[in-house]
């Protein structure tokens, strides 16, 4: 791995020896994007890749020495609006005389071993300096005295860049910023298409593919959080690109708030692709002196394939992203409170609850919603983080004991972001809120949005909860978050600095988050917005779990959890087997497929177990001690993706263990079908020279299970057809466990 300069070519290069990435320097001083993709040992000549070389028509050049230089036709690093180049920009300033023009130029670089952290966000880290080398790139703007740090990051192990830039005010004037963008790839043609993550609440992150084409075509939120609308992930792959096949770009934001990703053709068919803070309602002031940080963006490249790309995002994010205590452990098999009683609940029935728990083989018992101070309804209470010794007359404390005496661990949900109208917490502190004065301030979920950008309001909140924490013994705590932002103003701020509330909100959150993981640093955190509506990167840094949706339906979480794998390792994914008929969609699925999506994400049960007859409660018994065995290798292998469920028909997934000798099929029916052909399933990642035994059928050649497959009957399944009709039921499905001989 290495990342270095060409002093006579002025050319950076950094590359691991699988992937380059090459910058130029431009005549005027600024940087040209030159190549991105596979590994390239030379790079001296790679100037011969920069467009311009001659005129093009209606483009302005920047001088007359040389009209052919317009940074309109040129690809660059991190482009500006308006000095020659017309597309959409990577920055946008006002300066104090109302202008927008600047003239950045290289001023210096470094190349440094390791990884710097970005301070107060989450970001990408190295444990130690051998794992990545980095290049900052600092450019100036000598009117103004504005400078910007250019980052990237080269991992060693993963053919992955990390992005982000600085803004520093060296001048005598305030600055403002109204758009900074983590990453811009200028690519050099537009033969792509578009992968996002799109959805809504109950049905996150499902996969849209559309054909790039001339003009911006993108994603965004501008909801406060990163949003189940749209995820902040997206794919650029090649039309021809399949699982295993072509060139893939992956484009990550590591970040929980408003976010856009936007892709911009131009008339000579390159390609933009932008990522940052959504610029809408952004307007950060830098006074002289101050700087700003943007966020990180991770890009991968594949050359073999999208389940190549998203391997190596789930190994960084789950390695190198996520931090702590629980980073590497076996996640606890866990019964959460919430679908079994929801607010309806007394010590007793708790307890009840969790003993039936305890006896199938979960480790964790968590308390859901209702439990502090008068929240007899989602209509009361938030920020009054006491605990209702109504419900719970021997506090948390005395619930946690005794949940501990039965040989259980104890967590807890909080939603500390949140204040509802009726609670001490808004009677003591009305202006905490976030809200317009003068206007009107809309509900969600009957609650509000605490203003999370001013300290005192995170400190107060941390206050109430770490009496909470320190009073029981709680060792996982479910983060939950019901509301996007609206009529977004903190009345702590002066009228010029409302462009900056949406991202210091979020930066509030992550304080907190930071102050409760260093006082706590064993328990661990789940994060959670109504399901899956704040699933990013940003919050894996702090939450190395998150609940994946609010639909616990099976059928409906293949569905998500597929969508969700092409970003995210399978093991941040919260998966729980809830009651049938399911209470989202009143389908009825097999307890045996419940599981079977369920096992591949971080597991658990979210039902009162005590309801289920003897029979499914001997399965669950099963799935747990099942899941005990092979947690690792689910939650660490390498996850392959091998048919879609989309077409309600077939789906499957597998993973493979690091060492190749262990691999895990997941296969599920969906809906039936009549007269239906004869199905092969091919796998993947296996030893190509190595025998397989699978359990139930035979011995097999690597080779052959990943050329010509195995031959899936109905049969095979555990639960096919209905017993007292004989009738085949929809919903089946089977794992097939594989081992090396
Ligand atoms: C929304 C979450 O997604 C649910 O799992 C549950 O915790 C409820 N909130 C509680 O209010």
């Not at 202008?99 to 952290?117: D, L, N, Q, V, W």
């Not at 740090?149 to 520093?168: G, K, M, P, W």
């Not at 206050?463 to 903190?490: H, P, Q």
């Not at 077939?650 to 239906?676: C, E, F, H, P």
């Amino acid at each position: 791995m290495s990342v270095s300069y060409n002093e006579k070519e002025k050319i950076f290069h950094l590359t691991n020896g699988r992937v380059s990435y090459v910058i130029g320097v431009l005549p005027n001083g600024q940087l040209s994007q030159l190549y991105y993709g596979k590994a390239v040992k030379e790079v001296s000549g790679f100037n011969r890749y920069r467009e311009g070389a001659f005129c093009k028509a209606m483009a302005a050049f920047l001088s007359t020495d040389d009209p052919s230089f317009s940074l309109d036709t040129t690809r660059q690093e991190y482009p500006s609006f308006g000095e020659t180049d017309l597309r959409d920009p990577a920055f946008e300033l006002i300066f104090k005389d109302g202008s927008h023009i600047s003239e950045f130029r290289m001023a210096g670089y470094e190349i440094t071993k390791g990884k710097p952290s970005l301070p107060s966000l989450p970001a990408s880290y190295t444990e130690s300096d051998d794992e990545a080398e980095t290049l900052s790139v600092t450019l100036k703007d000598a009117l103004s005295g504005l400078s910007m740090t250019l980052l990237y990051t080269i991992f060693e192990n993963e053919d992955i860049i990390a992005r982000s830039v600085s803004f520093a005010n060296e001048g005598k004037d305030g600055i403002r910023l109204t758009r900074a963008m983590s990453l811009c790839l200028d690519l050099p043609d537009s033969n792509y298409e578009m992968m996002q993550f799109s959805g809504a609440w109950a049905r996150e992150r499902m996969p849209y593919t559309r054909k790039l084409v001339p003009g911006f075509q993108g994603i965004g939120s501008m909801r406060g959080h990163s949003s189940s609308q749209q995820n902040p992930f997206v794919i650029l792959k090649r039309p021809e690109t399949t699982e295993d096949f072509g060139e893939a770009i992956g484009c990550t934001f590591v970040y929980s708030g408003n976010f856009l990703a936007e892709a911009y053709v131009d008339c000579f068919d390159t390609t933009r692709l932008l990522m940052g803070i959504h610029p809408q309602n952004f307007c950060w002031l830098l006074k002289p002196g101050e700087s700003f940080q943007a966020p990180e963006a991770l890009l991968t490249y594949s050359s073999c394939g999208l389940n190549h790309m998203s391997q190596m995002l789930h190994r960084l994010l789950r390695t190198r992203v996520a931090r702590g205590f629980w980073r590497d452990k076996e996640r606890p098999i866990l019964l959460n409170s919430w679908e079994a009683v929801f607010m309806d609940f007394n010590e007793e029935k708790l307890l009840e609850i969790a003993k039936k728990g305890k006896e199938a083989g979960v480790e964790l018992f968590v308390l859901d919603d209702g439990w502090f101070g008068n929240r007899i309804d989602d209509h009361r209470a938030l920020g009054d983080w006491k605990v209702d010794t109504r419900k719970l007359p021997n506090g948390m404390k005395g619930l946690a004991e005794k949940v501990n005496a039965l040989g259980l661990e104890f967590g807890l949900w909080i939603e500390p972001e949140m204040i509802n109208e009726d609670s001490d917490l808004y009677r003591q502190h009305p202006d905490w809120v976030l809200a317009t004065p003068g206007r009107n301030r809309s509900y969600g979920r009957y609650q509000w949005v605490l203003d999370f950008s001013r300290p005192e309001v995170v400190d107060g909140i941390y206050d109430m909860l770490c009496k909470i924490f320190l009073d029981a013994n709680i060792s996982y705590i479910k983060w939950d978050m019901n509301r996007s932002v609206t009529e977004c103003y903190s009345v702590a701020y002066p009228p010029e600095q409302q462009g900056e509330i949406y991202h210091r909100y979020i930066l509030g959150v992550y304080r907190l988050y930071e102050k409760l993981i260093a006082a706590f640093p064993k328990i661990l955190f789940e994060s959670c917005a109504s399901g899956g509506c704040r699933f990013d990167a940003g919050m894996l840094y702090y939450a190395p779990q998150a609940w994946g949706s609010d639909d616990t339906d099976g059928i409906e979480r293949l569905k998500i959890h597929y969508g969700t794998s092409y970003g995210y390792p399978i093991e941040s994914i919260g998966a729980h087997v809830s009651a049938s008929p399911n209470q989202q969609l009143g389908r009825s699925v097999p307890i045996e497929t419940r599981a079977n999506v369920a096992c591949f994400g971080t597991f658990g049960y979210e039902l009162d177990l005590n309801h289920l007859p003897e029979e499914e409660f001997k399965k669950v018994c099963a799935q747990v001690e099942f899941m005990k065995k092979n947690r690792r290798t689910l939650h660490h292998g390498d996850f392959y993706r091998l048919k879609p469920p989309y077409d309600n028909t077939t789906a499957a997934w597998m993973v493979v263990s690091g060492d190749k000798k262990d691999a895990i099929v997941g296969y599920y029916k969906i809906l039936n079908q009549v007269n239906r052909g004869f199905i092969r399933l091919r796998l993947d990642g296996l030893d190509e020279n190595a025998r397989y035994e699978i359990e139930g059928l035979g011995e097999f050649g690597g080779d052959e299970l990943m050329n010509a497959g195995i031959v899936i009957f109905d049969e095979q399944a555990t639960f096919t057809t209905d017993p007292a009709t004989g009738h085949q039921l929809d919903f089946w499905s089977r794992l097939y466990m594989i081992h090396r001989i």
